[in-house]
């Protein structure tokens, strides 16, 4: 079993920046995939970022490349996502999830274990 804590989350301006982070339980965490999705209200939860778990390679999505960055610390156990120049339609809940085995890096159904959600809010 994995536990996903996100402290963090707050409100900001537009134009600002915040950093998610995303701690994890569990001795094999540095196996992991890990991802930062987020849900809007109204909106389907939608993909952010993704980070592999020996080569660190990352992926993003369109509407938060080259803004975002996610970045992991295994010796810490912790995921990060550097959100700059926050927009405010970048307001949602924000989520950390783990993948374990192997699946597509954008479809939540593939990820295993879910963080329980911290809000983001960015006022224009």
């Known amino acids: 079993q994995v536990q996903l804590v996100e402290p963090g989350g707050g409100l900001v301006q537009a134009g600002g920046s915040l950093r998610l982070s995303c701690a994890a339980s569990?001795?094999?965490?540095?196996?992991?995939?890990m991802g930062w999705f987020r849900q809007a209200p109204g909106k389907e939860r939608e993909f952010v970022a993704h980070?592999?778990?020996?080569?660190?390679?990352?992926y993003y999505a369109d509407s938060v490349k080259g803004r975002f960055t996610i970045s992991r610390n295994n010796a810490e156990i912790t995921v990060y996502l550097q959100m700059n120049s926050l927009k405010p339609e970048d307001t949602a809940v924000y989520y950390c999830?783990?993948?374990?085995?192997?699946?597509?890096?954008?479809?939540?159904?593939?990820?295993?274990?879910w963080g329980q959600g911290t809000q983001v809010t960015v006022s224009s």
């Open positions: 980070i592999t778990s020996s080569s660190g390679n990352t």
């Open positions: 999830a783990a993948m374990t085995g192997f699946g597509r890096y954008d479809r939540t159904s593939d990820y295993d274990y």
């Open positions: 569990g001795r094999t965490f540095r196996r992991y995939r």
